[in-house]
Nanobody, 113 residues
Framework: QVQLVESGGGLVQVGGSLRLSCAAS????????MRWYRQAPGKEREWVAH????????TYADSVKGRFTISRDNAKNTVYLQMNSLKPEDTAVYYC??????WGQGTQVTVSS
């Protein structure tokens, strides 16, 4: 069955960096686009970034453009989210996603000011 396992979250100061990973299994990873979403306390889950199946195309939410980078390693069945210049408003649980509705358990990112 499809499994997505996020890791790499933690507590970081404003301006710091984190790299999230999402290890995928149970499907042909290189055939699927992947996405990162996040959900802050009291808010709806929002889309953060998208990467095409071969990693050629990427898109970002305006709120993270220029600070976050999505990438993937199809040999390792893993998608990454490099987060730089972190802000308090980036605090959220970050989720990996594959269509149609597969989600990981999430990883907490907390940015302290």
């Amino acid at each position: 069955q499809v499994q997505l396992v996020e890791s790499g979250g933690g507590l970081v100061q404003v301006g710091g960096s984190l790299r999230l990973s999402c290890a995928a299994s149970g499907f042909a990873f290189s055939s699927y686009a992947m996405r990162w979403y996040r959900q802050a306390p009291g808010k709806e889950r929002e889309w953060v970034a998208h990467i095409s199946s071969r990693g050629v195309f990427t898109t970002y939410a305006d709120s993270v453009k220029g600070r976050f980078t999505i990438s993937r390693d199809n040999a390792k069945n893993t998608v990454y989210l490099q987060m730089n210049s972190l802000k308090p408003e980036d605090t959220a649980v970050y989720y990996c996603n594959r269509d149609p509705a597969y989600w990981g358990q999430g990883t907490q990112v907390t940015v302290s000011s």
